[in-house]
Nanobody, 127 residues
Framework: QVQLVESGGGLVQAGGSLRLSCAVS????????MGWFRQAPGKEREFVGT????????VYADSVKGRFTISRTDAKNTVYLQMNSLKPEDTAVYYC????????????????????WGQGTQVTVSS
């Protein structure tokens, strides 16, 4: 089991920044990746980015590339999503998720690859 708790959401004006945190605990040694997803009202859950748990490499959705950055502490107990130059279309509930199954030849950009999810945190960007 892996436990995830997000924090850091809120209301920000367009062009502003927010940093989300995801506290990770439990069987973290079984993880292959940590992902961030978001879901706006009436829309499907959308991939934001992912970080490889062992090597630390990252992959981002085109919609956030250059604006969002995923990082983690050396102790691998907290993962961050730094969001800069926020736009109203970034408004959504943001989730962190842990991948504990190995998928050969692909990176972890689909919700089905993540069996563990946090509770979500609301991010609202006003225009």
């Amino acid at each position: 089991q892996v436990q995830l708790v997000e924090s850091g959401g809120g209301l920000v004006q367009a062009g502003g920044s927010l940093r989300l945190s995801c506290a990770v605990s439990g069987r973290t040694f079984s993880m292959y990746a940590m992902g961030w997803f978001r879901q706006a009202p009436g829309k499907e859950r959308e991939f934001v980015g992912t970080i490889n748990w062992s090597g630390g490499s990252t992959v981002y959705a085109d919609s956030v590339k250059g604006r969002f950055t995923i990082s983690r502490t050396d102790a691998k107990n907290t993962v961050y999503l730094q969001m800069n130059s926020l736009k109203p279309e970034d408004t959504a509930v943001y989730y962190c998720a842990a991948a504990t199954l190995y998928y050969s030849g692909s990176y972890y950009d689909r919700p089905v690859q993540y069996p563990y999810w946090g509770q979500g945190t609301q991010v609202t960007v006003s225009s």
